[in-house]
């Protein structure tokens, strides 16, 4: 049986992360919520500096909004640590600041999937669920060689099926070494299989096929949108206005897409291309300087401290920054 073989590996092989040891589900939330969008490694600091700061469930849900967003920066998807809190206020509201122990309760919950449901609830409560992620859906479809396009949702059930009927005890270990496998070993490209503890029983390994699996038929490609931004500038202060609650980087703080009215000094920025997942922005940048200063304009170390910044802006903002800079120097040799 495969699943002997890897609780055995996953024993011998798991890398020790701080969230699962614990076996808490607060962490295991925040962490599979921020792996979504990261690298395991990557997102370790951005965990720890986010459960310092709001340690359990009740903290979260008394979190200020722009703070909230700020700690996120970096992470990108802001929507999704909005539905963190929402989660958090529901469950402070119905769960007396606790989660519910069951998959099924855990999915009613805003911005809990059904992979995020089952790894809280295996991993936390030791439910005997699935957490069926992108790791375990490849290493399914190249253990039992499933050539099915796995971003059909019928493939997907049958991936998913093919999980539940293997789930074993202790399903907090099963469930995480399966993760593990597709982490460490199973991974997408050059998979390693002669260090893989199911290679014996591995279909895809046999027919010397691994590396073509699973399939993905191609995605649509990306809509290129060609946006001009125009970044206010009066002395050392930068004009700064929330988005639009709708769209893309809604409601966080971003720079104008007008003309200000009367223009000192114009400089052109670097041009920048940002990637979303369906959009690509072709950006412009327009730094205009200005004399008259309205509301909204925010000094370099008030940026860096208090606003979030959406990684899109960054490459203007730190051009911006170098010219506010420049130009002081210029002024004050004068
Ligand atoms: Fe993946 Fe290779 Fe192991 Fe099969 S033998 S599960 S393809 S790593």
């Known amino acids: 049986m495969f699943q002997e073989e890897l609780l055995r590996w996953y024993k011998q092989n798991a890398r020790k992360?701080?969230?699962?040891?614990?076996?808490?589900?607060?962490?295991?939330?925040?962490?599979?919520?921020?792996?979504?969008?990261?690298?395991?490694?990557?997102?370790?600091?951005?965990?720890?500096?986010?459960?310092?700061?709001?340690?359990?469930?009740?903290?979260?849900a008394q979190a200020e909004d722009d703070d909230l967003v700020k700690i996120w920066q970096g992470l990108g998807y802001y929507n999704r640590v909005r539905n963190m809190k929402r989660c958090a206020i529901q469950c402070v509201e119905q769960f007396q600041g606790q989660f519910p122990k069951t998959k099924k309760e855990l999915c009613k919950l805003p911005g809990i999937g059904e992979y995020t449901a089952g790894a809280i609830a295996s991993i936390a409560f030791d439910e005997k669920v699935s957490a069926v992620d992108g790791n375990v859906i490849r290493v399914f479809s190249r253990f039992y060689h499933i050539t099915d396009d796995v971003s059909q949702m019928s493939t997907k059930k049958k991936i998913t099926?093919?999980?539940?009927?293997?789930?074993?005890?202790?399903?907090?270990?099963?469930?995480?070494?399966?993760?593990?496998?597709?982490?460490?070993?199973?991974?997408?490209?050059?998979?390693?299989?002669?260090?893989?503890?199911?290679?014996?029983?591995?279909?895809?390994?046999?027919?010397?096929?691994?590396?073509?699996?699973?399939?993905?038929?191609?995605?649509?490609?990306?809509?290129?949108?060609?946006?001009?931004?125009?970044?206010?500038?009066?002395?050392?202060?930068?004009?700064?206005?929330?988005?639009?609650?709708?769209?893309?980087?809604?409601?966080?703080?971003?720079?104008?897409?007008?003309?200000?009215?009367?223009?000192e000094e114009k400089r052109s920025l670097?041009?920048?291309?940002?990637?979303?997942s369906h959009v690509e922005w072709h950006m412009k940048g327009i730094v205009c300087f200005v004399k008259e200063k309205s509301e909204d304009f925010y000094s370099l170390s008030q940026i860096h401290d208090k606003v979030s910044i959406p990684s899109a802006f960054q490459p203007f903002l730190k051009q911006t920054e170098k010219i506010i800079k420049e130009r002081e120097k210029c002024q004050k040799s004068l």
Not at 25 to 43: D, F, G, H, L
Not at 178 to 197: D, F, Q, S, Y
Not at 203 to 227: C, F, H, I, M
Not at 247 to 255: D, E, Q
Request: proline letters at 7%; a neutral charge.
């Open 270 to 276: 670097e041009p920048y291309t940002h990637i979303f």
């Open 161 to 263: 099926e093919l999980v539940d009927a293997s789930l074993t005890e202790p399903i907090s270990d099963y469930n995480q070494a399966l993760m593990e496998l597709g982490a460490l070993v199973c991974i997408p490209k050059n998979p390693r299989c002669t260090a893989c503890p199911i290679q014996k029983e591995c279909q895809s390994y046999a027919y010397g096929d691994a590396d073509s699996l699973p399939v993905l038929a191609k995605k649509k490609p990306r809509r290129v949108e060609n946006p001009t931004f125009y970044i206010w500038v009066c002395q050392d202060k930068i004009h700064l206005k929330k988005r639009s609650q709708k769209g893309l980087l809604a409601g966080l703080f971003g720079f104008d897409e007008t003309l200000p009215e009367a223009v």
């Open 17 to 60: 992360l701080v969230f699962r040891q614990k076996k808490e589900a607060y962490s295991i939330w925040v962490s599979e919520i921020m792996a979504q969008q990261t690298r395991i490694e990557a997102m370790l600091p951005y965990f720890e500096r986010f459960i310092e700061r709001y340690p359990n469930l009740k903290s979260l």
